[in-house]
């Protein structure tokens, strides 16, 4: 999560609180720069909103120049969060159902105006027997998995036969990086990304004649490497 994209986001007024949702669990998301890459799946299980209604808030959004989304060659599509953009009214109306902005400032109560005293609850705390509040558990990362997702969707990569300890941190450190990494339909389609690229496969020229490039699963989970990977930066 990039606080400095959530803090820019949270002002915006002239939205609905379905598309100001959908926004906040984009910034949610994003990097510093506002790249963001949630499925529609991903966004509507975090906002409780049909897909339906995210595909409207998305268009919206886009629309009042606040998000710019940017396809991956006909897979997930990746965004970017632009809250100096934002003009709602020049490409599409004010959101109909928006609160309007406030405009009054409340009347300061009178000096003479008697306090109101909180007295402190009698009811005893719902935590008071010594018990821990319910946390909500992130999924767990299965290294072996992911090396197996590799292993079958690449075979024209050097395959992966030793899962060491030093592959398991880096593949748990891309999983806690962003809650889209935690399920392994993203790295399924990370892996078919990399098979689409002729770059990474090996397919292409040597430079001075030498052998081409060929991506190893070491080099893809590296974090640079990983981020240029996911933003389709050898795809072109």
């Known amino acids: 999560m990039s606080t400095i994209i959530m803090s820019a986001c949270w002002p915006l007024q002239g939205m609905s609180p379905t598309q100001k949702a959908v926004l906040i669990s984009l910034a949610d998301n994003a990097s510093d720069e506002g790249v963001c890459w949630p499925s529609i799946n991903t966004i509507g299980i975090r906002t409780c909103l049909s897909e339906r209604a995210v595909r409207g808030a998305l268009r919206w959004l886009e629309e009042a120049g606040v998000l710019v989304s940017n396809q991956r060659y006909g897979r997930s599509t990746w965004y970017t969060i632009t809250p100096a953009g934002y003009a709602p009214g020049t490409k599409c109306p004010p959101a109909a159902d928006a609160p309007p902005p406030r405009q009054e400032v409340p009347v300061t109560p009178a000096a003479a105006a008697p306090r109101t005293v909180k007295e402190p609850s009698i009811e005893p705390s719902p935590l008071g027997d010594g018990s821990n509040p319910l946390k909500v ?15 079958n969707t690449l075979p024209g990569l050097p395959q992966v036969a030793m899962l060491t300890k030093d592959r398991k941190t880096k593949i748990n450190a891309r999983w806690n990086e962003s809650d889209v990494h935690q399920d392994l339909d993203f790295w399924a389609d990370f892996f078919a990304l990399v098979g689409e690229s002729e770059f990474l496969m090996g397919q292409g020229e040597g430079r001075n004649g030498g052998k081409p490039f060929r991506a190893t699963f070491d080099w893809l989970i590296a974090p640079s490497n990983f981020v240029k990977v996911v933003e389709g930066n050898y795809n072109a």
């Open 137 to 151: 558990s992130k999924p767990k990362c299965d290294p072996q998995a992911i090396v197996d997702l590799f292993n």
